[in-house]
């Protein structure tokens, strides 16, 4: 009777496990092919994302800069009123007025005002003096708008021109060295017309010379001269002559330092300064020296020397040169181009320090380099950025390198009204202060209202943040901040000012709506021969520091009186102020491709203003990878150190003139070295509404990025970027996008790293489909537990995936895409999911950019299912074994045959009724 049971028990349970298992043969297709697969094609495109676009922007209002300078509201800067001298003393100031008016001008005059200078164009206002205590009375003139401190001011090639794409690409490929009909202002220390590189000077307005302009707000001199050497070294970086020196004389260190506080006794001083070699041969180095010390009365008791020189070569040489003679000569052959050092030994008796007085044994030095350099092309080796633009030369800083806001506003002024008598269509603004000057921002704001491209240094106070100069930090000008110039490596120097904003004086952040600074520019750095320019043939006067041994402070005061060693020499120089120049030159080729050197055309926008700032956004290469962008490229975004990168001169005037046509490929070579091409550009015609792709194909060991920018900038002349594609390294780049106007769109490709050549192709694209698709676990597998990892494997046709989505019971969840192929059209997508038991449905979404394909998915989830079965399995072979061996002896042949008949008449019966149960669902 029991084996009765058991045997029934058996049979009833091997039904429904054979059950399953046909209802499971039945849901499993054979694979999961696309060709079996139902695919819903959506009806809906997906619409193109705009990766950036410009943030909701507040209008340039003085008004919100006034609440942060006068808190009281009375209309006068704080630090006026908090001005520590007596009421009575007369005080600097300078004059906003809301619209020019001479009763305010009387007004002022009447309560003892000195009227100075008067302003129209730059701003409304005047500068002047009145007595402190007379202040409050001012601003009682309705007509005022603000009343603040007449503040003072400092000023903060041969690489260069090649880490910019000029030399020889823009030059050779386009021509573009700047027009000879337009110029460049040097709102600075002034022009010296007697250099080779800044000659002549015709007369004002004469356009055959290469200064056709010239106003002194300082001294009021008739014709140019500077008396720093500031400004003649910017205005030969950004349009000097190309010259073809037979023989090159390079000062390339000056330096003056005198010791107080020693006691009695002799002391070693040395210096170590670089130069550069640029070709193998005979080299002369000189260095000229002068006791400088200051003595205490009339008896002599201090004195100093240079006492030798050791020269380092990049190959491991050392050149001593020893004896006191006065200047050094060493002659070497240089085996090797590069940077060679030098080490200047000096020699300081004292006598003794007096308290309370600056004395004590000082020295000053001169180092120049003498080589022979011939040019290659029709160049010469030392060229400005536009060597064919002309120059006007504005000086507003006087022979320190220093100037007032008042003189700043008077050369301003002059150059707005004036801009069109010499077509000055660019400036330079290459001082700053570190706190914000209302009339200085809002006379170089006019610059810009007034159709001049301003490019101003950003400032040499990094690397903290927020210490962008006033006025670069003005949201249309061009802020510069400075990247080394490539001798050892390539970044932005660690003094180049940061953002994203500047400070008020009261160190509160003076936020805007843009960060800054906008772009580098080759500055120099202090371990390499930097920038090289033009000296002024006035004189080699220099800075003297005077050095408290004592108390460790440093003050700063000009030496004088020092005669020209030699003419039409060059120097190296670092700072912003020297980006900015750069700038300034590339303004001047940009805008001469844009107008084809036609003045004419040149119509003193805004608007043309601002197209040229985009230009060199836009194009810029990034270079930087500190720490304040994580280690990493920022791929399209602004950042606090280089902002959009550093300028790439070749890339701006190609993304004007290189017009992209559809279904044409182009190829270029771009690369990691410092002096090559590292951004493509170029235009293209699109229509609205239609979609387009564009295909990047890289270097496989290579990482270079695709972008889609608007053809019109926002209102600060930032570049709209619209799409982009940053895949990593060694794969392509390939992004849809369907614009909605008609007309003219920006391409640029930029190298992140690695080099190679790519092939770029744009082509109109209408259809989408899928080729392949293969899911894990398949459409209907049976599975025992809920949680489930998915994988799908996608291959459209035409473009690419963006997401794939898995829609069950109520939730969409987003896979991750773990692997695609180089050109984006096959690509693997995972994911973990919970399911239903027993029969679980959904949705698979994939989203490509023209099209989302939906498909219909399931799974049959019956927990621990694979141990039930073993578990039956296992009891069902024991019993058979156990039952089959006692029919084996009794009746093995009746035993077999009635197992057959009972095994098939059960199947019959199970089919019948899965057969019944599948129609029952039916209904």
């Given at each position: 009777?029991?084996?009765i049971?058991?045997?029934?028990f058996?049979?009833?349970?091997m039904?429904?496990?054979?059950?399953?298992?046909?209802i499971l043969?039945?849901?499993?297709?054979?694979n999961?092919?696309?060709?079996?697969i139902?695919i819903?094609?959506s009806?809906?495109?997906?619409?193109?994302?705009?990766?950036?676009?410009?943030?909701?922007?507040?209008?340039?209002?003085?008004n919100?800069v006034?609440k942060?300078?006068?808190?009281?509201?009375?209309?006068?800067?704080?630090?006026l009123?908090?001005?520590?001298?007596?009421?009575?003393?007369p005080?600097?100031?300078?004059?906003?007025?809301k619209?020019?008016?001479?009763?305010?001008?009387?007004?002022?005059?009447?309560?003892?005002?000195?009227?100075?200078?008067i302003?129209k164009?730059?701003?409304?206002?005047?500068?002047g003096?009145?007595?402190?205590k007379?202040?409050?009375?001012l601003?009682?003139d309705?007509?005022?708008?603000?009343i603040q401190?007449?503040?003072?001011?400092?000023?903060r090639?041969?690489?260069?021109?090649?880490?910019?794409?000029?030399k020889?690409?823009v030059w050779d490929n386009?021509?573009?060295?700047?027009?000879?009909n337009?110029s460049?202002?040097?709102?600075?220390?002034g022009?010296?017309?007697?250099?080779?590189?800044?000659?002549?000077?015709?007369?004002?307005?004469?356009?055959s010379?290469?200064?056709?302009?010239w106003?002194?707000?300082?001294n009021?001199?008739?014709?140019?001269y500077d008396?720093n050497?500031?400004?003649t070294?910017?205005?030969?970086v950004v349009a000097?002559?190309s010259?073809?020196?037979?023989?090159?004389?390079?000062?390339?260190?000056?330096?003056?330092?005198?010791?107080?506080?020693?006691?009695?006794g002799e002391?070693?001083?040395?210096?170590?300064?670089v130069?550069?070699v640029?070709?193998?041969?005979?080299?002369?180095?000189?260095?000229?020296?002068?006791?400088?010390?200051?003595?205490?009365s009339?008896?002599?008791?201090?004195?100093?020397?240079?006492?030798?020189?050791?020269?380092?070569?990049?190959d491991?040489?050392?050149?001593?040169v020893?004896?006191?003679?006065?200047?050094?000569?060493?002659?070497?052959?240089?085996?090797?181009?590069?940077?060679?050092?030098v080490?200047?030994?000096?020699?300081?008796?004292?006598?003794?320090?007096?308290?309370g007085?600056?004395?004590?044994?000082?020295v000053?030095?001169?180092?120049?380099?003498?080589?022979n350099?011939?040019?290659?092309?029709?160049?010469g080796?030392?060229?400005?950025?536009?060597p064919g633009v002309k120059?006007?030369?504005v000086?507003v800083l006087d022979?320190?390198?220093?100037?007032?806001?008042?003189?700043?506003?008077d050369?301003i002024?002059?150059?707005?009204s004036?801009?069109?008598?010499?077509h000055?269509?660019?400036?330079t603004?290459?001082?700053?202060?570190?706190?914000v000057?209302v009339a200085?921002?809002e006379?170089v704001?006019?610059?810009?209202d007034?159709?001049?491209?301003v490019a101003?240094a950003?400032?040499?106070?990094?690397?903290?943040?927020?210490?962008?100069?006033?006025?670069a930090?003005?949201?249309?000008?061009?802020a510069?901040?400075?990247s080394?110039?490539?001798?050892?490596?390539l970044?932005?120097?660690?003094?180049?000012?940061?953002g994203p904003?500047?400070?008020?004086?009261?160190?509160?952040i003076a936020v805007t709506?843009?960060?800054?600074?906008?772009?580098v520019?080759?500055?120099?750095?202090?371990?390499e021969?930097?920038?090289?320019?033009?000296?002024?043939?006035?004189?080699?006067n220099?800075d003297?520091?005077?050095?408290?041994y004592?108390?460790?402070t440093?003050?700063?005061v000009?030496?004088?009186?020092?005669?020209?060693?030699y003419k039409?020499?060059?120097?190296?120089?670092?700072?912003?102020s020297?980006?900015?120049?750069?700038?300034?030159?590339?303004?001047?080729v940009v805008?001469?491709?844009?107008?084809?050197?036609?003045?004419s055309?040149?119509?003193?926008?805004?608007?043309?203003?601002?197209r040229?700032?985009?230009?060199?956004?836009?194009?810029?290469w990034?270079?930087?990878r500190?720490?304040?962008v994580?280690?990493?490229?920022?791929?399209?975004?602004?950042?606090?150190?280089?902002?959009?990168?550093?300028?790439?001169?070749d890339?701006?005037?190609?993304?004007y003139k290189?017009?992209?046509q559809?279904?044409?490929?182009?190829?270029?070579?771009l690369?990691?070295?410092?002096?090559?091409?590292?951004?493509?550009?170029g235009?293209?015609?699109?229509?609205?509404?239609k979609?387009?792709?564009?295909?990047?194909?890289?270097?496989?060991d290579?990482?270079f990025?695709?972008?889609?920018w608007?053809?019109?900038?926002?209102?600060?002349?930032?570049?709209?970027l619209?799409?982009?594609?940053?895949h990593?390294?060694g794969?392509?780049?390939?992004?849809?996008?369907?614009?909605?106007?008609?007309?003219?769109y920006?391409?640029?490709i930029k190298?992140?790293?690695?080099?190679?050549?790519?092939?770029?192709?744009?082509?109109?694209?209408?259809?989408?489909?899928l080729?392949?698709?293969?899911?894990?676990?398949?459409?209907g597998?049976?599975v025992?537990?809920q949680?489930?990892?998915?994988?799908?494997?996608?291959?459209v046709a035409?473009?690419?995936?963006?997401?794939?989505?898995?829609?069950?019971?109520?939730?969409?969840?987003?896979?991750?895409?773990?692997?695609?192929?180089?050109?984006?059209?096959?690509?693997v997508w995972?994911?973990?999911a919970?399911?239903?038991?027993?029969?679980?449905?959904?949705?698979?979404?994939i989203?490509?950019?023209?099209?989302?394909?939906?498909?219909?998915?399931?799974?049959?989830?019956?927990?621990?299912?694979?141990l039930?079965i073993?578990?039956v399995?296992?009891?069902?072979?024991?019993?058979?074994s156990?039952?089959?061996?006692?029919?084996?002896?009794r009746?093995?042949?009746?035993?077999?045959?009635?197992?057959e008949e009972?095994?098939?008449k059960?199947?019959?019966e199970?089919?019948?009724?899965?057969?019944e149960?599948?129609?029952?669902?039916?209904?």
């Amino acid at each position: 009777m029991y084996n009765i049971v058991s045997f029934a028990f058996c049979v009833i349970l091997m039904k429904k496990i054979i059950g399953i298992l046909i209802i499971l043969a039945l849901l499993i297709p054979m694979n999961s092919n696309i060709k079996i697969i139902s695919i819903k094609q959506s009806s809906l495109s997906k619409p193109i994302k705009v990766v950036q676009t410009s943030n909701k922007v507040i209008p340039h209002n003085i008004n919100e800069v006034l609440k942060k300078l006068d808190r009281d509201g009375n209309k006068i800067q704080d630090s006026l009123e908090t001005a520590s001298i007596s009421n009575e003393e007369p005080i600097d100031v300078i004059v906003l007025l809301k619209k020019y008016s001479a009763d305010s001008i009387e007004y002022f005059e009447s309560l003892g005002g000195e009227i100075k200078k008067i302003y129209k164009s730059a701003i409304n206002g005047y500068s002047g003096k009145i007595p402190k205590k007379m202040l409050s009375e001012l601003a009682k003139d309705q007509n005022i708008l603000f009343i603040q401190p007449n503040i003072k001011y400092r000023a903060r090639m041969f690489n260069a021109v090649k880490l910019m794409g000029l030399k020889p690409y823009v030059w050779d490929n386009y021509g573009y060295v700047g027009s000879g009909n337009m110029s460049v202002a040097i709102i600075d220390s002034g022009l010296d017309p007697t250099h080779i590189t800044l000659s002549p000077y015709y007369g004002d307005g004469n356009f055959s010379g290469k200064i056709i302009g010239w106003y002194d707000a300082v001294n009021g001199k008739g014709s140019p001269y500077d008396d720093n050497g500031h400004g003649t070294s910017i205005g030969s970086v950004v349009a000097g002559n190309s010259v073809k020196y037979n023989e090159t004389m390079i000062q390339f260190a000056q330096f003056a330092i005198v010791i107080d506080g020693l006691s009695v006794g002799e002391y070693s001083f040395l210096t170590t300064e670089v130069f550069p070699v640029f070709k193998t041969g005979n080299i002369t180095l000189i260095v000229k020296w002068k006791d400088v010390s200051i003595q205490p009365s009339a008896t002599k008791i201090h004195s100093a020397e240079v006492t030798g020189l050791i020269i380092y070569t990049p190959d491991g040489r050392t050149v001593k040169v020893n004896g006191v003679t006065n200047p050094y000569i060493a002659s070497i052959k240089a085996n090797a181009t590069g940077i060679y050092k030098v080490e200047i030994d000096m020699t300081f008796k004292s006598g003794g320090t007096v308290e309370g007085k600056d004395d004590g044994p000082g020295v000053a030095y001169w180092a120049f380099l003498k080589t022979n350099l011939s040019s290659s092309n029709e160049y010469g080796v030392y060229s400005g950025v536009a060597p064919g633009v002309k120059l006007v030369g504005v000086k507003v800083l006087d022979a320190n390198g220093e100037g007032d806001t008042e003189d700043i506003l008077d050369g301003i002024d002059w150059v707005i009204s004036n801009r069109e008598k010499y077509h000055i269509v660019a400036a330079t603004i290459t001082f700053g202060s570190t706190v914000v000057d209302v009339a200085t921002e809002e006379a170089v704001q006019s610059l810009i209202d007034h159709g001049i491209v301003v490019a101003a240094a950003a400032g040499n106070e990094g690397p903290g943040e927020n210490t962008i100069n006033s006025p670069a930090r003005l949201e249309q000008v061009i802020a510069v901040g400075a990247s080394s110039d490539g001798w050892l490596s390539l970044n932005v120097t660690n003094w180049s000012s940061r953002g994203p904003y500047s400070k008020y004086p009261d160190g509160s952040i003076a936020v805007t709506n843009v960060t800054k600074p906008d772009i580098v520019a080759p500055g120099g750095d202090f371990d390499e021969p930097a920038i090289i320019c033009s000296d002024n043939d006035r004189d080699d006067n220099l800075d003297l520091y005077i050095w408290n041994y004592a108390t460790d402070t440093i003050k700063s005061v000009k030496l004088s009186g020092i005669k020209d060693s030699y003419k039409n020499d060059l120097i190296v120089v670092r700072g912003t102020s020297i980006s900015a120049a750069q700038v300034g030159g590339v303004l001047a080729v940009v805008i001469d491709a844009i107008t084809n050197g036609d003045w004419s055309k040149w119509n003193y926008t805004t608007s043309d203003v601002l197209r040229v700032k985009q230009l060199l956004l836009m194009t810029a290469w990034e270079i930087y990878r500190g720490k304040e962008v994580g280690g990493k490229a920022t791929r399209g975004q602004s950042d606090i150190v280089e902002g959009y990168g550093l300028v790439q001169v070749d890339a701006a005037v190609q993304a004007y003139k290189n017009i992209v046509q559809l279904d044409e490929s182009y190829e270029e070579n771009l690369t990691y070295k410092r002096f090559g091409k590292h951004v493509w550009a170029g235009r293209i015609h699109l229509e609205a509404n239609k979609s387009y792709i564009f295909r990047v194909s890289v270097p496989d060991d290579a990482d270079f990025d695709l972008y889609i920018w608007d053809y019109n900038p926002d209102q600060f002349g930032q570049p709209v970027l619209l799409a982009k594609s940053t895949h990593s390294s060694g794969q392509d780049e390939y992004v849809v996008f369907s614009p909605k106007r008609d007309g003219f769109y920006y391409i640029t490709i930029k190298q992140i790293s690695g080099s190679g050549r790519f092939t770029f192709k744009a082509s109109m694209v209408n259809e989408e489909s899928l080729k392949r698709i293969n899911i894990n676990p398949p459409k209907g597998a049976l599975v025992d537990k809920q949680y489930q990892h998915l994988s799908i494997e996608v291959e459209v046709a035409n473009t690419y995936v963006n997401n794939v989505t898995l829609g069950i019971g109520g939730e969409n969840i987003t896979l991750i895409e773990t692997w695609t192929s180089k050109d984006g059209r096959d690509s693997v997508w995972e994911g973990n999911a919970t399911f239903q038991l027993f029969s679980a449905s959904g949705k698979i979404i994939i989203d490509t950019p023209l099209k989302i394909f939906v498909i219909d998915y399931s799974l049959i989830v019956i927990p621990n299912y694979p141990l039930i079965i073993a578990g039956v399995a296992i009891v069902v072979i024991g019993f058979a074994s156990y039952e089959g061996y006692k029919y084996y002896q009794r009746k093995k042949e009746e035993r077999l045959k009635m197992v057959e008949e009972e095994a098939k008449k059960i199947s019959e019966e199970v089919i019948e009724e899965v057969l019944e149960e599948e129609e029952e669902g039916k209904k």
